[in-house]
């Protein structure tokens, strides 16, 4: 068998460290698997240098033996070393095209609940999968064009005519909303892993449930997932955040954002002013 999926965390002060520890890990690793009855794969096994720099520095970790790569898939999401998730959006356009010609086939087949079945089991899987992690990139709005296109195909939308209403009255999430969704699902959760404002007085503020956002001077803080989770969450209205059991608060954001048929973050964050 293959130890598969396996993940380690390295640290160290410099390269050079972090480089020995490495190899230390490695080879630990290597005699665990053999002790075990475990082949690690080394020809599947890769080293990515992430850097969030517009230029890759001149000097990266590496080990003997394991080849460097741009890119990597790890846990069905591909990263690339500047964290731009291009690869892994071209990937889910890709499955949202084949979804596309999928339902196209179908279209004539199947009735409604059908063709959304199929919608759901193609499409919506993967724009959901991970989406914390990149929903959120540059290139997202492909996604967002690519879900519009299908929708169009499902319901007969004329080019040039909206797809709000189909979305509404289908109940369908838009890509931004599945975004949203997830975002504070997290939160709602984690409650352990976010600090409100209320733990910082020691009485009750107007605000004292809403969530602290650390002090950051990068934009690149503003890219990840928790300073997203935080905002988004922040802007919920206050009959949805005030909601306690988990599955009762899911079914009513749901429900307002199908409502809402947001097309961006930016647009739902604009309406909670």
Same mark, same amino acid.
């Given at each position: 068998?293959?130890?598969?999926?396996?993940?380690?965390?390295?640290?160290?002060?410099?390269?050079?460290?972090?480089?020995?520890?490495?190899?230390?890990?490695?080879?630990?690793?290597?005699?665990?698997?053999?002790?075990?009855?475990?082949?690690?794969?080394?020809?599947?096994?890769?080293?990515?240098?992430?850097?969030?720099?517009?230029?890759?520095?001149?000097?990266?970790?590496?080990?003997?033996?394991?080849?460097?790569?741009?890119?990597?898939?790890?846990?069905?999401?591909?990263?690339?070393?500047?964290?731009?998730?291009?690869?892994?959006?071209?990937?889910?356009?890709?499955?949202?095209?084949?979804?596309?010609?999928?339902?196209?086939?179908?279209?004539?087949?199947?009735?409604?609940?059908?063709?959304?079945?199929?919608?759901?089991?193609?499409?919506?899987?993967?724009?959901?999968?991970?989406?914390?992690?990149?929903?959120?990139?540059?290139?997202?709005?492909?996604?967002?064009?690519?879900?519009?296109?299908?929708?169009?195909?499902?319901?007969?939308?004329?080019?040039? &005519?909206?797809? #709000?209403? $189909?979305? %509404?009255?289908?109940?369908?999430?838009?890509?931004?909303?599945? /975004?949203?969704?997830?975002? +504070?699902?997290?939160?709602?959760?984690?409650?352990?892993?976010?600090?409100?404002?209320?733990?910082?007085?020691?009485?009750?503020?107007?605000?004292?449930?809403?969530?602290?956002?650390?002090?950051?001077?990068?934009?690149?803080?503003?890219?990840?997932?928790?300073?997203?989770?935080?905002?988004?969450?922040?802007?919920?209205? &206050?009959?949805? #955040?005030? $909601?306690? %059991?988990?599955?009762?608060?899911?079914?009513?954001?749901?429900? /307002?954002?199908?409502?809402? +048929?947001?097309?961006?973050?930016?647009?739902?964050?604009?309406?909670?002013?």
């Amino acid at each position: 068998m293959f130890a598969d999926d396996t993940t380690i965390t390295v640290c160290g002060k410099n390269l050079e460290e972090l480089q020995e520890n490495i190899a230390i890990v490695m080879d630990e690793f290597s005699s665990w698997c053999q002790c075990n009855r475990l082949i690690l794969n080394e020809n599947k096994t890769v080293i990515t240098n992430f850097t969030l720099l517009r230029r890759l520095p001149g000097e990266f970790a590496t080990v003997e033996g394991i080849a460097l790569a741009d890119n990597t898939k790890f846990l069905g999401t591909y990263f690339d070393s500047k964290l731009t998730f291009s690869d892994h959006i071209h990937y889910v356009c890709q499955s949202l095209n084949k979804a596309f010609y999928a339902i196209l086939q179908l279209k004539d087949v199947l009735d409604e609940s059908g063709i959304v079945s199929v919608y759901y089991a193609l499409a919506h899987s993967h724009m959901s999968y991970n989406i914390m992690a990149w929903g959120n990139a540059k290139d997202k709005d492909r996604v967002f064009i690519a879900q519009k296109r299908l929708v169009r195909l499902m319901y007969n939308i004329k080019p040039g &005519n909206t797809c #709000r209403p $189909i979305f %509404k009255s289908k109940q369908i999430l838009t890509f931004p909303c599945i /975004y949203i969704l997830k975002c +504070v699902l997290y939160v709602k959760r984690n409650p352990s892993w976010f600090n409100t404002l209320g733990q910082f007085h020691q009485y009750n503020t107007r605000n004292g449930r809403l969530l602290s956002i650390d002090n950051h001077t990068t934009n690149s803080f503003k890219q990840s997932p928790n300073y997203n989770c935080t905002v988004i969450y922040n802007n919920l209205p &206050n009959f949805l #955040r005030d $909601i306690d %059991k988990y599955e009762h608060f899911k079914h009513k954001v749901k429900s /307002y954002l199908a409502d809402n +048929v947001f097309y961006s973050v930016k647009e739902f964050l604009e309406k909670s002013d």
